[in-house]
């Protein structure tokens, strides 16, 4: 039932910034704590970033300093700022959305998840 559609996404030049959207069509989207996952081809689903519903963070140390992660509950949305992105940063980007109290880097700890929205970053 819960919906979580990304957006934002597309090619950059290395040290460049994005910023992603991830709209989400739940009720209760203020309890859920948030997450953003990268996937690229021959590789695992990698944790980027996650915030509780009570706005803690906890970030991968890839992109420690580089993203931040915020979330606008009036509108039912979280946000991936990228910035000083690097070729390595390529990947689909996945949103996803749980119902565990913590920020967590665990994909098991999240029931929602989003179609994907792809980043390229040129060197």
């Known amino acids: 039932q819960v919906q979580l559609v990304e957006s934002g996404g597309g090619l950059v030049q290395a040290g460049g910034s994005l910023r992603l959207s991830c709209v989400g069509s739940?009720?209760?989207?203020?309890?859920?704590?948030m997450a953003w996952f990268r996937q690229v081809p021959g590789k695992g689903r990698e944790f980027v970033l996650a915030?509780?519903?009570?706005?803690?963070?906890y970030s991968a140390d890839s992109v420690k300093g580089r993203f931040t992660i915020f979330r606008d509950n009036a509108k039912k949305t979280v946000y991936l700022q990228m910035k000083r992105l690097k070729p390595e940063d390529t990947a689909v980007y996945y949103c996803?959305?749980?119902?565990?109290?913590?920020?967590?880097?665990?994909?098991?700890?999240?029931?929602?998840w989003g179609q994907g929205t792809q980043v390229t970053v040129s060197s």
């Open positions: 996803a959305a749980g119902t565990y109290y913590r920020a967590s880097s665990d994909s098991g700890r999240y029931d929602y």
């Open positions: 739940g009720r209760t989207f203020s309890s859920y704590s």
């Open positions: 915030i509780s519903w009570e706005g803690f963070t």
